[in-house]
């Protein structure tokens, strides 16, 4: 079964560019010249940090952060 996750992405305007970033996964960013090299940038990162996660038999950071919310519903 394939589940989907949504994540926010926080963009921040630098001098020299931007910043993008995963607040629900901390050391998911990434920066870019532009907004869209930041934001595409960042999404890899976010992916590699959650194979990452998988290919080590852990549980995602998103999964870990949502659970207490989860149980609220």
Known sequence: MRQ???YDCVL???????CASFPQIPGAFA???TREEAIAHA????MAFLAD???NGLTPACLL???DAADEL
């Open 4 to 6: 989907r996750f949504t």
């Open 12 to 18: 921040i305007k630098e001098d020299d560019g931007y």
């Open 31 to 33: 920066d870019g010249d």
């Open 43 to 46: 999404t890899e990162a976010l």
């Open 53 to 55: 996660d998988l290919n």
């Open 65 to 67: 952060y949502t659970s």
